[in-house]
T-cell receptor, first 113, second 112 residues
Framework: AQSVTQLGSHVSVSEGALVLLRCNYS??????LFWYVQYPNQGLQLLLK??????LVKGINGFEAEFKKSETSFHLTKPSAHMSDAAEYFC???????????FGQGTRLTINP | ETGVTQTPRHLVMGMTNKKSLKCEQH?????MYWYKQSAKKPLELMFV???????ENNSVPSRFSPECPNSSHLFLHLHTLQPEDSALYLC???????????FGPGTRLLVL
């Protein structure tokens, strides 16, 4: 069985500040890990994913995430927040092949000017 | 048109109505998914189709009836819904070795 916990349903940062969104997972098999972003009235857009190989993964819009097996974590970061980053962010885990995604509850990111 | 499209984008229906949601993917994928996104709850996987065959039904009530006539199209037929079925319904597709699900914009459903 797999599960995802996103710590903090709402995160607020100032423009230009570091963004850190936390995700911890549980998986009985080697996980595939994903971060998706959802802007208002839109579907989910893939930010980045980890399947195998390098544990530091770079995605779109300046985001990156690091897979830490020992901590069962896959936190999402961005060095400098932009107003356009305001959205809801979802962490997801799956087994091999990404056939069945299990999502966290989401974190709403607010950017203060 | 590219990506995953969904129609209609918004739908209001009464509890006695019958309506259908449509999803179309232009990515050449062979797997398609329906998800339900309710306020304050994680995305819930409803159905999975692979090569037009249903491979997953996540204990979804029978008032939701999926149909996958080919690998590019997926429907969700709705009848006698309840107000608690109001949600955003998302379609996704995946194919080949991409190992990534691509989502459509969703249909916002309101059941009165």
């Amino acid at each position: 069985a797999q599960s995802v916990t996103q710590l903090g349903s709402h995160v607020s940062v100032s423009e230009g500040a570091l963004v850190l969104l936390r995700c911890n997972y549980s998986s009985s098999v080697p996980p595939y890990l994903f971060w998706y972003v959802q802007y208002p009235n839109q579907g989910l857009q893939l930010l980045l994913k980890y399947t195998t190989g390098a544990t530091l993964v770079k995605g779109i819009n300046g985001f990156e995430a690091e897979f830490k097996k020992s901590e069962t974590s896959f936190h999402l970061t961005k060095p400098s927040a932009h107003m356009s980053d305001a959205a809801e962010y979802f962490c997801a885990v799956s087994g091999l092949g990404a056939q069945k995604l299990v999502f966290g509850q989401g974190t709403r990111l607010t950017i203060n000017p | 048109e590219t990506g995953v499209t969904q129609t209609p984008r918004h739908l209001v229906m009464g509890m006695t109505n019958k309506k259908s949601l449509k999803c179309e993917q232009h990515l050449g994928h062979n797997a398609m998914y329906w998800y339900k996104q309710s306020a304050k709850k994680p995305l819930e996987l409803m159905f999975v189709y692979n090569f037009k065959e249903q491979t997953e039904n996540n204990s979804v009530p029978s008032r939701f009836s999926p149909e996958c006539p080919n690998s590019s199209h997926l429907f969700l037929h709705l009848h006698t819904l309840q107000p608690e079925d109001s949600a955003l319904y998302l379609c996704a597709s995946m194919g080949g070795y991409q190992e990534t699900q691509y989502f459509g914009p969703g249909t916002r459903l309101l059941v009165l």
